[in-house]
């Protein structure tokens, strides 16, 4: 049991949900296994980091038994524009994630929490247009983090360490 009610309650809603697997199609899957989370403004104040790493620890471990030793990918990202905690899992088979951008893979969910918590819903600043410093400012083509791991583990030794495992 986690020690955030909000977490606790969103791992309730999402931890026995029925994976779809479609391995014809990586856009159905996507769509299907998809969940996305904010939290309200009054329980933003009570929501870190860690308590990222361990919700979506504890998705990852429900998700290992829901797909009965399929190869799939789970794979979580901040959705900027949404303001959301989003995660899914397609196929492996498809040898790819189903976004149309540039993808930065990882594997330090840290960093996708980080972004999430700190970056936005603990952040009054966000998406604030910055001041005006003319042109000669280019703006850094996007590439979206988006934190990756098999599901089912690949090793025993992963599968024993658990969701701690997971913070990088």
């Excluded at 980080?114 to 604030?128: C, K, L, P, S, T």
Aim: net charge negative; glycine share 4%.
């Amino acid at each position: 049991m986690m020690k955030c009610k909000t977490f606790n309650a969103w791992l309730e809603m999402a931890q026995d949900d029925e994976v779809l697997i479609d391995p014809d199609d990586i856009n159905h899957e996507a769509i299907n296994n998809m969940w996305s989370f904010s939290p309200t403004d009054e329980e933003t104040p009570q929501i870190h980091a860690a308590d990222i790493v361990e919700f979506i620890g504890e998705v990852i471990a429900a998700r290992r038994s829901a797909v009965k030793g399929e190869d799939m990918l789970f794979y979580c990202w901040h959705d900027a524009q949404c303001r959301q905690l989003r995660f899914s899992l397609v196929s492996r088979s498809h040898g790819r994630l189903p976004f149309r951008c540039e993808l930065h893979e990882t594997q330090d969910l840290a960093l996708i929490a980080d972004r999430v918590v700190n970056g936005d819903w603990r952040n009054e600043h966000y998406m604030q247009a910055p001041s005006e410093q003319g042109d000669e400012h280019q703006q850094a083509p996007f590439v979206l983090p988006v934190f990756v791991v098999p599901v089912p583990q690949e090793s025993a030794r992963q599968e024993a360490r658990g969701p701690a495992s997971l913070q990088g």
